[in-house]
Every structure is written in structure tokens, then in C-alpha cells.
């Protein structure tokens, strides 16, 4: 989600983001950095890769440190074009909404007539990103022409159903899904529904459409065939998704549906996580779905020993808890953050908090992150300075972020005047953009 084609957090960015976040008016800019994407693939005759990021996302330092580098990604770059853009700016939240991406990082593939070919949602490996982008880039239809390959049982039609579900759910768009299996004829249908993985994309939207409608029994119904098919590392997200979706059933009852996820997700941590080599890029999303299912189970004690461990673990890849090296990897050292948290270790986190801060000084992100902590756990007159060294770097949607929490630490302090001067100019210079936050940090000041 940004401008240039490189993504790099640095100070540089962040004032091109800050300037341009605070000089767009009109709709009509929203749609440059498309634009001269587009005029650019045209000349070139090549796709436009839209490449959605924020800041904040854990997922985008690991893909910025582990993928988007070297000879491939360089060779990348001279296929398509690469246009980058903030989903915390104006531009960027406009085309995540345009799009309909939903996740970050997005990389939204299209073609030199702004046709999407097809998109990758969230984090993966190398292994697993170059060839799926280079599937993407060659294709020479849009995704309607994709469709228009399923006509009947054959491999070539199967494999193209399953590209078409899969892309739908990278759309989150099940609605979509369903409209076109109904129309699909009863005989290529049947045939669809007899692939074993295109019956589990099947599952797996149905699942994602309990879940947007918040229908608990329906997502008890739909989560066995889902969990029950081979998911990889997706496991932890409909996983997660299937927990969250049924929070409101009886104990008992998600005892009985989700026991059996107990062991693989033992297995995928034991094999993919807790190895010298992690094989799946969104380490983080199962260290957590595997520790709400422990806590769903009933299991506190299983709960915190395996943020324990992943805690113990990310220590150890950092450089050992004694001189941890947080500029290694910042994907790794935000999930030593967010492990912390959830372990509730708030002294540890107030020491790490202050070292991030050194280590990444260019963003607005962990100034902020510490100060909302400490706000969350009422300590106002801690939190403020973080969050008045966070103000200045913050743009976009994030300077609201920011002036929500600091208004509110400044209310708590009784300085009501300064609370409303914040809320004040950080109206003033968001403009007309991300509506739901400007409610949110006018409802502070009550």
C-alpha cells in the first residue's frame, strides 16, 4: 500500500506519505499513483502490481525482509510494474476499499487496462510467492475468461474451478462464490463438487459466509469440513475465524467441535513454527490461534505455556533475551511485542517497548503502540509522551489513531482544553477522509 516501487520505512517515506496524506482534497488525486501505473504498464505492456502495506503490519516486515528482496524480486519488478501504496493514506485506503482487499499485505494483480488478473492476500514465503505471482502475471485472461475454462469434469476445467474459488475466497467475497456455482450447468457442478479441493474451497467460503453474517450455528456447521480438510498453514486462520464466529455457544459444545484441532495444531506448530527454519511465513497467526484454542478448551495453563515458549523462542532468534538484537528482524520482534502482551508480562513489555522505539525511530508506530498500551491500562500520565513523540510522524488514518489516544490521556489528566486542541488539529489536517475515525476520536471529548 504505497507510492514508490520499492518499500522501505524510512524517514524519507514517511514525510512523501505525511505530505501527501495532508495535500489531497479532491477524489480526483486518489486515483494518481494508478494512473501513472497504468500509463506505465501500457507502454511496457505489462501487469500492474498493486502492493498494499501499512506501517503497523507485522506481515508486511516479514514479506519486506524475507521476499521482496534480491535477483527475483528485482526480476519482478522489470515484468510489472510495482505500485506501492499506504492503506493508512487517503490513496491507499481508497483503492483497499476499491478493491475490495481486505488483509494486508495485498498484492492486487492487474492488467495494463486496470483488469485485475488475480490477487495474493496476507504473507508467504519465498517459495511460495514467485511462483504464484508469475502464475498471475502470465495469465493472459481476466477473471472472467478464468471462469469461462470451467465447462466440464476435465483436469484442465478443474483446475481452473479451483483457481476461480481460491479467488474468491482471497476476495472474501462467498456471496460471489455461491451465485456462480449456481449457475454453473448441474453436470460441471457435480464434477465441482466431486474435486476434493474445490469442495474444500466450497467449505471453507461457506465457513467465511457464516462468519460475515456472525451466525454461530451456522459456523459449527460449516467448521468440521473445513478443519477437517488439508489446510497448511490456513489452518490457523479458519481456525481462528471458527472460534471467533462461535464464542457464543456453550462450552461444552465447542469442547466437542474443536478438540479434535488440539493435536494438528500441536503437529503444525512442532513442524512449521518451533523449527530452525519456519515453514510458514504467518508464524504469528498460529502461535495465536493455537493459544485461543487452548484458552476455548479450557486449558489457561496450556495457553500460557506455549506463549512461553514462543516468547522463548523469538528471544533465541533475536540474539537471546540478554542482548536481543530487534533490528534483526522486525517481523520477529513484533511478535515478541504482541506474545508479551497477551501474556499479560507488562513489565517485560514496558522495558522492550522503549528499545523498538530506538530501534525503529523513523515511524509513528511504537511511540503509539506503547502510549495505547499504557492508556489501556490507565496509566495516563505514562502514556502521554509516547504518544506526543508518536504525533508528529503519524498521517492519515494513524494521526487519528493517535489523537484518539492522547486526547483521552489528556481528558484523564484533567487537561481538557489540550484534549480538545488535539482532536481539533487532527481534524483540521485529515480533511475529509476516514470518516468511522473522526467519529471516533470526536466521541473522546464526550
Known amino acids: ?201 466450497q467449505s471453507r467460503l461457506k465457513l467465511r459466509a457464516a462468519y460475515d453474517a456472525k451466525d454461530p450455528a451456522a459456523c459449527a456447521a460449516a467448521a468440521p469440513a473445513v478443519l477437517g480438510g488439508e489446510l497448511g498453514c490456513d489452518r490457523a486462520y479458519e481456525l481462528d475465524r471458527a472460534l471467533e464466529c462461535t464464542a457464543d455457544l456453550p462450552a461444552a459444545e465447542r469442547k466437542t467441535l474443536f478438540a479434535a484441532q488440539l493435536p494438528a495444531m500441536k503437529a503444525l506448530l512442532a513442524k512449521r513454527v518451533f523449527v530452525a527454519r519456519p515453514g510458514c511465513a504467518d508464524a504469528r497467526s498460529i502461535v495465536l490461534a493455537a493459544a485461543d484454542l487452548s484458552k476455548a478448551l479450557g486449558d489457561e495453563s496450556g495457553e500460557a505455556a506455549l506463549l512461553d515458549r514462543a516468547i522463548a523462542d523469538i528471544e533465541a532468534r533475536l540474539g537471546g533475551a540478554k542482548k536481543l538484537d530487534l533490528k534483526r528482524d522486525r517481523n520477529l520482534a513484533d511478535n515478541l511485542r504482541l506474545y508479551l502482551d497477551r501474556a499479560k508480562r507488562h513489565a517485560a513489555l514496558d522495558v522492550l517497548f522503549p528499545k523498538l522505539v530506538a530501534a525503529y525511530p523513523d515511524d509513528y508506530v511504537y511511540a503509539y503502540r506503547h502510549g495505547k498500551n499504557l492508556v489501556e491500562r490507565g496509566e495516563f500520565a505514562r502514556a502521554l509522551p509516547w504518544l506526543e513523540q508518536a504525533a508528529p510522524k503519524a498521517y492519515g488514518v494513524n494521526r487519528l489513531n493517535v489523537a484518539q489516544f492522547r486526547a483521552k490521556a489528556l481528558r484523564e489528566l484533567g487537561r481538557e482544553d489540550d484534549a480538545k486542541q488535539v482532536v481539533a488539529d487532527a481534524l483540521k489536517a485529515n480533511g475529509p477522509f476516514f470518516p468511522d475515525e473522526v467519529l471516533k476520536v470526536k466521541a473522546v471529548l464526550g
Open 1 to 201: 500500500m504505497r507510492l514508490p516501487i520499492s518499500r522501505r520505512f524510512s524517514k524519507t517515506l514517511a514525510a512523501a506519505l505525511l505530505l501527501l496524506s495532508t495535500s489531497l482534497a479532491h477524489a480526483d488525486d486518489l486515483s494518481a499513483p494508478l494512473d501513472e501505473a497504468l500509463a506505465a504498464a501500457k507502454a511496457r505492456s505489462a501487469p500492474v502490481i498493486v502492493d498494499f502495506y501499512a506501517p503497523w503490519c507485522y506481515s508486511c516486515y516479514f514479506m519486506a525482509k524475507n521476499v521482496k528482496n534480491g535477483p527475483q524480486w528485482e526480476a519482478l519488478k522489470k515484468r510489472a510494474v510495482v505500485v506501492a501504496l499506504d492503506a493508512d493514506s487517503p490513496v491507499g485506503a481508497h483503492w483497499m476499499k476499491q478493491f475490495g482487499a481486505k488483509g494486508l499485505p495485498s498484492y492486487v494483480v492487474l492488467d495494463a487496462n486496470g483488469a485485475e488478473l488475480g490477487r495474493i492476500s496476507l504473507e508467504r514465503t519465498r517459495a511460495q510467492f514467485y511462483p504464484e505471482i508469475a502464475a498471475i502475471t502470465a495469465r493472459g485472461s481476466v477473471f472472467e475468461a478464468l471462469k469461462a475454462k470451467v465447462v466440464d469434469g476435465s483436469p484442465a476445467s478443474l483446475t481452473a474451478a479451483r483457481e476461480v474459488l481460491a479467488a474468491f475466497a482471497a476476495r472474501r467475497d462467498p456471496t460471489s462464490a455461491n451465485d456462480w456455482l449456481t449457475f454453473l450447468a448441474p453436470e460441471v457442478r457435480r464434477a465441482v463438487d466431486a474435486d476434493p479441493a474445490a469442495a474444500l474451497w
